[in-house]
């Protein structure tokens, strides 16, 4: 059974999205078998960023019996499958858990790596996302409420049974009001399993909808994101 892990911060914008997109890829290109999940309906802008267009069926309409898993997987960059997660307040309300559960063991079996896009804050369908990964990695920014933020998400995954992995620090500028990595690691208790500078390049490929990793790989945030997915597929 392949690794589900869910990337999930407080505040909203820490990178979520962008991170999951270029790991996702990474792990790919490293040939592993990728899923993600994109449980964030507000902004659901991962296929965007990965350049997929019309993915019309959702987890959601396989949880109602109205389409077979296979028909809501959707081919990405890289080979990466791209499920939408779909999970609006009132059709989550609606879902059985158990079923939902059943789909993810489902969803489990078909890749190494299954990666969740999660909604910020712990609003019903954020915490449904967290329910969704065994596994937690928090996406923050080098700032105090961030941070902070981040920590109730954390305590609430670990009140839920999800373990937290790591942290992923995005948008790091190395100035002088930003926390450090060794402040943050004690604040969060968990480790620092990669540091994402500020690059204008993120924006660029997410404006082309070409993930970064592949649009320019030698790029600052492309090398951050690389080491991270190396670091998870174990690869040196
Ligand atoms: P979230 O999914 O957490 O809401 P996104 O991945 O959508 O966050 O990123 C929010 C915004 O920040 C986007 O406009 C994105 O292009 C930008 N961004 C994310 N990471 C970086 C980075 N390392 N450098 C520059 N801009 C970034
Ligand atoms: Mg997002």
Redesign the pocket.
Request: glycine share 12%; aromatic share 0%.
């Given at each position: 059974e392949g690794r589900s892990i869910v990337f999930a911060?407080g505040k909203?914008?820490?990178?979520?999205?962008?991170?999951v997109a270029n790991i996702g890829v990474a792990l790919a290109q490293f040939g592993k078998d990728v899923i993600l999940i994109d449980a964030?309906i507000t902004?659901a802008?991962l296929s965007l960023?990965l350049g997929m267009e019309d993915i019309p069926i959702t987890l959601h309409d396989v949880l109602a019996g109205e389409a077979d898993l296979k028909d809501a997987i959707y081919e990405g960059p890289a080979g990466v499958k791209v499920i939408p997660g779909g999970l609006s307040l009132e059709k989550v309300k609606k879902a059985k858990p158990e079923r939902l559960r059943e789909l993810i063991r489902e969803i489990g079996q078909m890749a190494d790596f299954i990666l969740i896009?999660a909604p910020?804050g712990l609003e019903l369908t954020s915490v449904t996302a967290l329910l969704i990964g065994k596994e937690l990695i928090v996406?923050t920014n080098p700032e105090i409420s961030a941070i902070t933020d981040s920590l109730k998400t954390k305590l609430v995954a670990e009140k839920l049974g999800t373990l937290p992995l790591g942290a992923i620090l995005?948008?790091v500028t190395s100035e002088k009001t930003e926390l450090t990595k060794e402040e943050i690691e004690a604040i969060l208790e968990v480790p620092v399993m990669g540091m994402?500078?500020?690059?204008?390049e993120?924006?660029r490929a997410?404006a082309y909808g070409v993930p970064l990793v592949i649009k320019n790989p030698t790029s600052p945030?492309a090398i951050a994101y690389r080491q991270i997915a190396a670091k998870l597929a174990g690869v040196k």
């Open positions: 911060s909203g914008g820490t990178g979520k999205t962008t991170t964030d902004m802008n960023i896009d910020a996406v995005n948008r994402v500078p500020e690059d204008p993120v924006k997410s945030a």
